[in-house]
């Protein structure tokens, strides 16, 4: 009964260890990453001059698009069944 007792105590303290991590960025890093995401997020360093594609670039991506279906699954992707149902 006592390890019953000892176990529901310790699982009833956890959300309160939860509250004890300090909550933000966990390095340098992680802090300058979410400072540009943030940036971006606010478009506070959005460029001053609008970049527009030309006609001939809009055709190129569209077909470079087009093109990307043109290949073939490969075999190793393709799945025959995923459970055998005829038993």
Known sequence: MKPAWL???TLSSLPLAALAIEPGPSSKAQSATEAWLQMQAR??????TAQTATPKEREQSMQRWLDSYKYAI???YRWESVG???K
């Open 43 to 48: 478009n506070e360093q959005a460029s001053k």
């Open 7 to 9: 176990l529901l105590l």
């Open 84 to 86: 055998s149902s005829d």
């Open 74 to 76: 490969p075999d190793f």
